[in-house]
C-alpha cells in the first residue's frame, strides 16, 4: 500500500475521529483546520476520544498517548498537506465551502496526493473537476464513534482511478475499519440509503397516529430481535438530523415531512429534548426505557 501519510482536514466531530483513529492504527497525521482556536477544539475532542478508546477498547494509557504524539497540527493547508498520500475532508457540509477548500487543496497539494471526501450528502462528481485531479478523487466515508461502528463506505464515481480505489479500500483496512465500496455514486451510501426510509415510515406511523413511538420501537425489536428500535436509532442520530432532513423536503412541497419536522419541533426541539447527545429524546438516559426488561412484554 502506498499510503503512508496522511493529513485530514477538518477537526470536527468526525475529523478528530478520523484522524485519531488514523494515528491509533500507527500512521503519522497531520490535522488541519482553520485557526489555533479551532484546532484547540479538535484537541478537546481527541483527549475525549482517548477516554472512549480506554472505555470502550480496552487501550492502555501509553497506546492513546502514542497515538496522540503521531498527530501534528496545522492552520496553514500547504505546509498540512506537504508529502500527504492521502487528504481526507472532513469541512461543513455546505458545497460553497468544499469547492473552495478543493480548489485551494488541487493548488498546494502534492501531485501523488489523493483527495477522499467524508461528505454523507455530496457526491464526489460534484468536486473531482474542481479538484483539479478527477481521477485521485472519491468519498470516504466513516460512520460517529469511528471506533466501535467501524465502517467505511468507500464511493467512486465515473472518473476515479481503479488503482485509487483499491488503494482507499487498502487503507481503510488498514485502520481498522471495514470497507464497504460503491462502485457507482449513490446519495446516502449504502447505510443512510437503507436508514433514512426506515425512520421516515416509523415517523409517518407516529405523526399519523397509528402508534406511539415505544410501541413501534418495541414491534421492531421483538419482531426482528434487533437491540434498538427506529426512534432509539433517532435519539442517537439527534433529534436535529431528521429535522432539518424533513423540513428541506417540507421546502420542497412534501405535507408528510412538514408533518414528521412539526412534530420534532414541537415535541422535542422546542422542549430541549435533542437525542442522547444531551440526555433527553425519545428516551431518557442514561437508562433508556427500551433497555427495561419488562419493555418488550
Known sequence: MNIKHVTVAGGGVLGSQIAFQTAYSGFPVNLYDISDEALDKA???????????KRDLGA????????????????????AVKGADLVIEAVPEVYDIKANFYKNLGE???EKTIFASNSSTMLPSQFADISGRPEKFLNLHFANEIWKHNT??????????RQVFEEVIEFAKAIGMVPLPLYKE?????????????LDAAQKLVVNGIADPYTVDKTWMIATGAPQGPFAIL?????????????????AGDKEAEKIAEYLKKEFLDKGR???????GFYDYPNPKY???????
Open 43 to 53: 484537541k478537546e475532542k481527541i483527549r475525549a476520544w482517548q477516554e472512549a478508546y
Open 108 to 110: 498546494v497539494a502534492d
Open 152 to 161: 467505511a463506505e468507500v464511493m467512486k464515481h465515473e472518473g476515479t482511478d
Open 235 to 251: 435519539d442517537v442520530v439527534g433529534i436535529n438530523t431528521p429535522y432539518n432532513l424533513c423540513l428541506a423536503r417540507a421546502k
Open 291 to 297: 433497555l427495561d426488561p419488562d419493555f418488550l412484554k
Open 274 to 280: 435533542m437525542g442522547i447527545q444531551n440526555g433527553k
Open 186 to 198: 449513490q446519495p446516502g451510501y449504502i447505510l443512510n440509503s437503507l436508514l433514512v426510509p426506515f
Open 60 to 79: 492502555t494509557e501509553e497506546e492513546v498517548e502514542k497515538a496522540y504524539n503521531n498527530l501534528t497540527f496545522y492552520t496553514d493547508l500547504e505546509k
